[in-house]
């Protein structure tokens, strides 16, 4: 099995291989991209809109390349329908996958995201999604993606937040609200038991959008081509390196 | 006034100013355009992510040359967020003002759009708009949009289609759900009446958005900023033309 | 295009015509009325039961002597059901059509009213407008209706409960509760700006009821029948002034 | 215990308090009025405007006399929250009553009312009682109330609603959507058992309300006073006779 | 009319018929038990689990020998659905109807009730007997079950999170999440009107529960044979004692 | 990694390793168990109530003895959240874990079950978990579980329903309603895709809630023990061997 990871932003560095290999399968076999053009990060919804078109042409190839299933290593789930349009193959957002574990473990959840900016972006995927009665609140560490890298700041942030969610939300598990947040969960778990709050799950959506990708394609499974139809039009104006092969 | 309409396509003769002229105010001046780089229609989110990024840029350079407002004249509202954070304007989309503009008139409704593979699109968006308790249905009339010039066979599939949402859906109000479908509300209208379902209210999204834009400019509203915060990053490798001003 | 608004209140003073005319379009005709019986102010659903047969025997005169629309300028939306059915007319509620506008512009909204008591009653509305989900708080700033003439008292408490409401409870609109709240969208906007929340969208629902009611009746769009039929029983014993004409 | 029950109707000998005693306990004291003004009988939002006042003075004396309870024997609940606060005292809508005993008894339900006229009304009384999410259909036997003698023409009718309600909506419970239906649970149980479909409750409001008003009397409950405050105002123009007392 | 009472659990002295004959109608009947095997108290799911199976003998005994209808004498309502399926019986569990009556008589409501670790549970409940949008919230006193004796602390943990239900969360009601608080409405509805919030409703569950089975007891209403079919199997190994008789 | 399976029934042969064993990862090690104590198949909340005790036995003699996840071979999930809260361990239900995986892949879903007398188990099921909205209905083949070896009725039952669900009801994903369907998804899809429905997932409830086991457990993931405290009552009277270790 194949599976293709993209980060839909153009700065290296701050998304790798070697973030989901330790957690792939023995069977799998990852390749893993990052955008030619598009944002450095995807803060906004004017970034989402500027990622998409490259993202979908890496996922475009990846399929022609034998890609078996997708991951987009991002919580805004950008182009995830076009994309399972585009390719037909098992494309997972990290937001919807996430989320939905996040609800098989627990009654209910807070994301912590990074920045207020993407709070109501993120509350409208969870209402799309369908669990909007499991959100319990979506906080922010006010830490832009580019600055994640500073552990101190990410730290106390992280920390205060998810207390937060926990103590004053009643939030039942945390989600992290940016994949770039990778890395945090056993330490936030044990700041909360150690608060008071033990055995709260905290889902690290990268990792996790992974394995729920191998589940899933092991399965067999790919998206609905009725919630997810072919194209009928196979490519766009200015964008005729995009076009969708006949295969699809 | 200067409202600025763009049609997220690159056909020319679907979609002009003189769709909307009549019904402006004499105080409102109407500009419009389509892409110069997109789909030639907008029939899947395929198409939609691959027309937003030409739409934003019209509408960043309406925004730059005066313009007060904008309309998006179509259906699935592409990239109406990201037009908003990218130009602080009261951006409106056909979708979200005309399924609105129907809860004000009526207890429910159904929309009546070109095809099955937007369904799913559409229904999304009335949940992420927070009026899927009004939804009565979505029927499509499987008219191709670059068709819809096809007056005989489009009258026949729209007249059953809106009658079966109002009979047998239950529906009190019916919605196009393409904008392609305007000047059909006054027939519709009548249909209904003749089969026995009189005053049924039938939304022509496009001029429908024009005079709701009209309305709120005049009462110098805008997109709140919490929802939709100007974007902290200004664009976007491979997008240097698309550079978001000083001035937001 | 004439358009009847009527305050639902006996209290001269309260509502005029100069309230709505600096909004108006050129071409539209306004008429203004206060009820001759009915509660001095509207503040409860007792209120509310006795001012309705009076304002809807102003709506059946106002329609018999030609007009094309009508405003409710209240904010509980009294008797709009009703007058739809008696009138066929286009009537809109200062409440729906707030909280729709409110919805149109941002991700959800609060509602700053004038007193605890009308609070479930607003909730109630904005569950049957099928938008509860777009509801952050209803506060409510405890200044009777008839003392919202004493500026001071007013600033002070919606400038308070407007910051509770975008600061604590997160909304990213504010609507007013009560239309006798007019003129002061500016200064809780600027306020809110000063206090950190720039680019809120402040609702004065008497304006904008207006605004909107000249848009759909521009577009010629009425109630639906469906949802409001015309009554099959023309009058009421002892409200025999008030019985319906052969033409509806 | 002193119940008093009022038919918002003009029409004399449509309810009775004979409809009523053989359900009350030994120690109900039941009294019974129809209204002195308003509409002959309950169909429309019209009808409902016109007839509230008048049963609020029913009730604000009955109140006077000593009522510990009272019943509103219409599905449409007329007053029901004005009467609560005018009077503080417990007062039951049949159609709020009737849906939560559904409610209790099944996993949904369905109710058939009169004419599609009152659908909606009825449609979104479930919604503001919050049993949306129960409710299967709504269904209407096409007999207008002062036609409800007409005995064959109301059980045909009944029965085919019914039936279609169960069978092809699927209701797990049927709720009669108007008082006047009184008296044909029974025979519509034994219609649906007959028809494939044994052990569907079929709710009565009328009884069923009397019922509940005694037994939540009996436990000394009373309507919030937070939901329901007691107005400020006591009166008003053109309804002297209808003050209400210092007492509450 | 004869209502058997069971208390899930197998502490004596917790629950006796002395807490309902009080409240009882003349004509009631009224029998009681408590478990042979199971919980000593029902504070969990894993409680909950041993509960059920000897309250199922108990209810189908108390069928066969003649009882009308069933109360549970617990707030999480165990087996109740599996009564109503065993026995059709009318079994009433204290949640659902308290929360039914709770609704009946306030906009919303809060549950205060003994521990943290049956919130989610009884989240849960609301949520399936489709009452969610009422609830307020849940509190807990963190008092177990079987230190509910203890008067001055529970006091003291009820006044507290009731009034912080009412203050904080705004409810207009307030329900005991716990049969075992029985006694103390009256007590909290004097202390939050002495707080400032009078006319609070206060919903006791267990009388509230039994004096809802008479009526509808008396009505005749049983459950829905569709929501709640006899099982076509009888019994199961290792609980022939437990077998259905034909009579069901 | 070691996965206990126990099918809540006695009845031998209909569950086994052998369905289980294809689809596991080579690292995982499966036991596999069914009652000793139980009904012989579980199709009625009678049967769920009498099979949970000895299914929460198994769980927790298998965490003592080192499982580290478990799965419910059933779709009601019977004593999920007890078994979560007895043994702390990774529980998943065949229900919970389907419906998350059919709202991963398609915009919503119908169930396709084995008997009407279910349908209101499961419709609470997806409520409890948050999907309603995914929900587009449950329909029922009319096989008693015992049956389902009958492979013809089963087939011709199965492919009626299960195109009836896409066909009538819109369905873009099928969950089997029932374990004992295992082994039928691929024949559905390719019913439906040769009935002009291509595309439409189909979920095979057992190996996919194995698989996502499979895939929770290896990412070190548990439910919530703010949703399933640890039990503070470690046993029952009569339920003596079913004592909860000192470990949880």
């Not at 998409?52 to 890496?58: E, G, H, N, S, T």
Request: proline share 6%; with cysteine; hydrophobic share 45%.
């Amino acid at each position: 099995m194949r599976i293709h990871i993209v980060a839909p932003i153009t700065t290296p560095g701050l998304s790798g291989i070697s973030d989901f290999a330790p957690y792939a399968n023995p069977e799998t076999s990852l390749t893993h991209d990052i955008l030619d053009s598009g944002p450095a990060s995807l803060e906004s919804r004017f970034d989402e809109a500027l990622a998409v078109p490259d993202l979908l042409r890496k996922f475009i190839v990846a399929r022609e390349e034998g890609a078996d299933a997708a991951v987009i290593d991002c919580m805004t789930d950008p182009g995830m329908g076009a994309a399972r349009e585009a390719t037909g193959m098992l494309v997972l957002g990290a937001a919807q996958t996430s989320i939905m574990v996040a609800s098989l473990l627990a009654h209910d959840f807070s994301i912590v995201t990074t920045s207020a900016a993407v709070v109501p972006v993120l509350a409208d995927l969870v209402t799309v999604y369908g669990l909007s009665d499991k959100l319990r609140s979506i906080r922010s560490v006010e830490v832009p993606v580019l600055d994640l890298h500073d552990e101190e700041r990410l730290r106390t942030a992280l920390f205060a937040q998810s207390l937060a969610a926990v103590r004053d939300d009643g939030a039942h598990a945390v989600v992290f609200g940016c994949t770039g947040m990778r890395g945090w969960a056993d330490a936030i778990r044990e700041h909360l038991a150690a608060e008071g709050y033990p055995g709260i799950p905290v889902i690290d959506p990268a990792p996790t959008t992974l394995k729920i990708a191998e589940a899933l394609s092991e399965l067999g499974l790919a998206p609905s081509q009725r919630s997810y139809p072919a194209p009928t039009r196979r490519t766009a104006v200015g964008y005729e390196d995009l076009a969708l092969s006949e295969a699809r």
